[in-house]
């Protein structure tokens, strides 16, 4: 089993940034890919950023390439998401997600573990 616990959501005008903290525990030796996922009221659940774990390749949603930037600790089982030129679009719940076994992939369908989300929001 892995745990995750998020923080670093809250409220931001236009164009601020936030940071966004996942800090993973238990299991996590065996675990390929992490990141975030965000779902907004009434949308699905999409992805944002993921990394691999090993070797540290990073994949981002269309929407938000060029604005924020994920990395990873993995000394200390964190991962983060640095968010910069926030927008309205952005406001959702934001949700740390650990696959364990196979690839990166942007589909909520391929996620063994969840965090329990931390809210964003972007006011105009």
């Known amino acids: 089993q892995v745990q995750l616990e998020e923080s670093g959501g809250g409220s931001v005008q236009a164009g601020g940034s936030l940071r966004l903290s996942c800090v993973a525990s238990?299991?996590?030796?065996?675990?390929?890919?992490w990141g975030w996922f965000r779902q907004a009221p009434g949308k699905q659940r999409e992805g944002v950023a993921l990394?691999?774990?090993?070797?540290?390749?990073?994949y981002y949603a269309d929407s938000v390439k060029g604005r924020f930037t994920i990395s990873q600790d993995n000394a200390n089982n964190t991962v983060y998401l640095q968010m910069n030129s926030l927008k309205p679009e952005d406001t959702a719940m934001y949700y740390c997600?650990?696959?364990?076994?196979?690839?990166?992939?942007?589909?909520?369908?391929?996620?063994?573990?969840w965090g329990q989300g931390t809210q964003v929001t972007v006011s105009t």
């Open positions: 997600a650990v696959r364990s076994v196979g690839g990166c992939y942007m589909s909520p369908q391929n996620i063994n573990y």
């Open positions: 990394i691999t774990k090993r070797g540290g390749t990073t």
């Open positions: 238990g299991y996590t030796y065996d675990s390929t890919c």
